[in-house]
């Protein structure tokens, strides 16, 4: 006989808040369809790092979770920093609660929450003590997949989420004790520096081929030899890289601006240049590898933006507007690779305080914006004394505009050309000739020119 939540609601009524809390539960028939992998290992940390975490906030989440008998435990990224002893940015948690459960725990000891939209994918954001924001998300498996997203059912089981996850060192979990659960050799792949893929990287792959970019990221931070990836990782990924097609440029955008970067950055563009990846990208498929070799060496220490380094890989400006057509970088990055591409060949003059002047002089826009684009010209250069003496390369305000030379009575046309001929003087005189000397230069072209006409 088999029993419906509703004929079982009629017959026990106290049972009917049992089934809708665990409504978007897999049910058993899914559950048998997703055999566990992995075989789960534990041990103890205790380190600064992880002891830091306990402000009075987490463990005020912590306690609301325990007092109401759903686990919690800290997941992915952070743990991943903690077993490298670092502190992380963000801690992310796991949980056996539903979203539901969670916001009827939450509601009923008012506790504020936000972002509501995760909450289709499991995640509800708290707020404690109106200080500190916690992401918890419900255990999750991914029922159906398309390459670019997952339809999810929740899970209490905490191996099969991390059957679910990308990589092997961001699939453990981390108990407020201190205790490691690792299901797939999360902890010696990262003491080994190897980036593996959970169990069958194609089929990892093959659930959200935006992995591929994540995974080399992700080997960009831990590897510490540049040629360490595994044969058969590279293989998934090459049979696999036509379904970076289908992800949108924004989400391609985010990886690869950690990846161009990151450690090891002209190895890994070499990698996905030999495995095909770039072409997916919006980059050309014959992209400037030593160009962005050498700015890698020059720039890496002076923090240069991502698209300064991007820059590096492409010919000409035909190339900024495809790449831009794929990923829809923003404004403020197109100005800045066009500027890069414009003047990365600049023959510098001896006198580079006067250079900068120049440039400043002679860009449009606002002051604040070309200055941050020189800037970024100067990491291309590896010019990081000039970098560090922005001052240096102050102009002072043009002291003259189009209102002077209307009273002069010079027309619109004439205007923008006189304008230009007086900027260039100024610029000539090292930016030190007077308003009234550039006004006095403006008559004399006047002047000049009423006698050029009257001769005609």
Not at 139 to 144: E, G, K, P, S, T
Not at 368 to 379: G, P, R, S, Y
Not at 417 to 429: H, I, M, N, Q
Request: charged residues 30%; glycine residues 6%.
């Amino acid at each position: 006989m088999f029993w419906t939540a509703t004929g079982v609601s009629r017959l026990f009524p106290r049972t009917t808040q049992i089934f809708k809390s665990w409504s978007r539960i897999a049910s058993y028939s899914q559950l048998s369809n997703f055999k566990k992998k992995g075989k789960l290992k534990t041990m103890k940390i205790d380190t600064p790092e992880f002891r830091a975490l306990f402000t009075p906030e987490l463990l005020k989440l912590e306690s609301l979770f325990k007092s109401y008998q759903y686990e919690l435990r800290i997941a992915g990224g952070a743990v991943r920093d903690l077993l490298m002893g670092k502190t992380p940015h963000d801690v992310d948690f796991a949980t056996t609660a539903t979203p539901e459960e969670m916001k009827t725990m939450f509601e009923k000891e008012k506790i504020r929450m936000i972002n509501a939209k995760g909450e289709e994918h499991g995640t509800i954001t708290a707020r404690i003590n109106d200080k500190e924001n916690y992401e918890v998300t419900t255990l999750r498996i991914d029922v159906v997949t398309d390459g670019r997203r997952a339809k999810v059912e929740f899970t209490r089981d905490w191996q099969l989420d991390a059957n679910r996850r990308d990589l092997t060192v961001n699939s453990m979990f981390l108990g407020f004790d201190g205790t490691l659960y690792d299901y797939f050799n999360g902890k010696e792949d990262l003491e080994q520096r190897r980036v593996k893929f959970v169990g069958n990287a194609e089929e990892r792959i093959q659930e959200d081929y935006l992995r591929i970019l994540r995974y080399f990221r992700f080997f960009g931070r831990i590897a510490t030899d540049p040629n360490c990836h595994l044969v058969e990782t590279l293989e998934a990924i090459k049979n696999n890289g036509h379904g970076l097609k289908g992800i949108s440029g924004e989400r391609i955008w985010t990886e690869l601006q950690k990846i161009v970067v990151g450690n090891h950055a002209p190895s890994i563009m070499g990698v996905m240049a030999d495995l095909g990846l770039l072409q997916y990208m919006g980059l050309p498929s014959d992209c400037n590898l030593e160009e962005f070799k050498n700015v890698y060496a020059s720039a890496k220490e002076l923090d240069p933006k991502p698209m300064t380094m991007v820059t590096a890989l492409l010919h000409k400006e035909e190339d900024i507007y495809q790449f831009r057509e794929r990923v829809k970088f923003s404004n403020d990055d197109l100005g800045i690779a066009l500027f890069v591409q414009k003047h990365r060949r600049d023959q510098n003059t001896q006198d580079k305080i006067y250079y900068c002047k120049e440039l400043l002089c002679d860009t449009e826009g606002s002051v604040v914006k070309t200055k941050e684009k020189i800037c970024e010209l100067l990491k291309y250069f590896g010019n990081k004394e000039l970098l560090s003496q922005p001052d240096d390369w102050n102009i002072p305000r043009f002291p003259v505009h189009g209102q002077f030379l209307v009273k002069m009575g010079l027309k619109k046309r004439e205007i923008a050309v006189t304008l230009a001929a007086l900027r260039k003087l100024w610029k000539e005189s090292g930016f030190t000739l007077s308003q009234d000397e550039l006004l006095e230069h403006a008559e004399k072209m006047v002047k000049d020119g009423d006698s050029s006409q009257s001769k005609t």
